[in-house]
């Protein structure tokens, strides 16, 4: 079962970016579809963006569509976020996420394995 870590969280001002990475500790993660979701207070844990394990089919919710890039080196056993154009609404904790199922690649419910999560906080 693949073990997540996540960093590169921090504060950051309105339009900045930040990037996100994602650690498989057990090596595996090659086998593995993989998400970021995020949670803010008082709200549910949405949809980011994901990424099939070959790197080939990403999806992202519409709002960090054209804004927030995933990427993933399976070499390295690393899952990226790229995220430009930083706005408050995105302050969040960030999560990353692992499957091996199949269904809506949108849907938490899907995802089976998760990491601790960093939180990214957006000052306007």
């Known amino acids: 079962q693949v073990q997540l870590k996540e960093s590169g969280g921090g504060l950051v001002q309105a339009g900045g970016s930040l990037r996100l990475s994602c650690v498989d500790y057990?090596?595996?993660?090659?086998?593995?579809?993989m998400g970021w979701f995020r949670q803010a207070p008082g709200r549910e844990r949405d949809f980011v963006a994901s990424?099939?394990?070959?790197?080939?089919?990403?999806s992202y919710a519409d709002s960090v569509q054209g804004r927030f890039t995933v990427s993933r080196d399976n070499a390295e056993n690393k899952l990226y976020l790229q995220m430009n154009s930083l706005k408050p609404e995105d302050t969040a904790v960030y999560y990353c996420?692992?499957?091996?199922?199949?269904?809506?690649?949108?849907?938490?419910?899907?995802?089976?394995?998760w990491g601790q999560g960093t939180q990214v906080t957006v000052s306007s």
């Open positions: 057990t090596f595996t993660m090659e086998r593995y579809h």
């Open positions: 996420a692992a499957t091996t199922g199949f269904g809506n690649i949108r849907s938490r419910a899907l995802y089976d394995n």
């Open positions: 990424i099939d394990w070959k790197g080939a089919i990403t």
